[in-house]
């Protein structure tokens, strides 16, 4: 089964107590479903297309399923709000080897 993966590049836009408190919250929801951070980095090197500012992040899981459990279940929901309220973002959900 291929494994699946969470991609994001974000910015931050609002620095402060709320994303402080996403950031403080989310690895053990995403540790709940098995994930585990590939990539965390404000170091991202362009090699094509349009650079986004900010962060990209890989979280990978054992499947796709399992990624999207993840996003979708209650206890991410609860804290998205926060990164939501305090960055612009880009996030998918694909299955690769």
Same mark, same amino acid.
């Given at each position: 089964?291929?494994?699946?993966?969470?991609?994001?590049?974000?910015?931050?836009?609002?620095?402060?107590? $709320? /994303? %402080?408190?996403?950031?403080?919250?989310?690895?053990?929801?995403?540790? @709940?479903?098995?994930?585990?951070? *590939?990539?965390?980095?404000?170091?991202?090197?362009?090699?094509?297309?349009?650079?986004?500012?900010?962060?990209?992040?890989?979280? $990978? /899981? %054992?499947?796709?399923?399992?990624?999207?459990?993840?996003?979708?279940? @209650?206890?991410?929901?609860?804290? *998205?709000?926060?990164?939501?309220?305090?960055?612009?973002?880009?996030?998918?959900?694909?299955?690769?080897?």
């Amino acid at each position: 089964m291929p494994k699946g993966y969470i991609i994001a590049e974000l910015t931050v836009t609002n620095p402060g107590p $709320e /994303f %402080d408190e996403y950031r403080e919250k989310v690895l053990s929801t995403i540790e @709940a479903f098995g994930g585990r951070f *590939l990539v965390r980095s404000a170091d991202a090197k362009l090699l094509e297309g349009d650079h986004p500012e900010g962060r990209v992040v890989v979280v $990978e /899981f %054992d499947s796709v399923d399992r990624a999207m459990a993840w996003y979708n279940s @209650a206890e991410y929901q609860e804290i *998205l709000p926060l990164r939501l309220r305090n960055a612009v973002s880009r996030t998918l959900c694909a299955g690769g080897t």
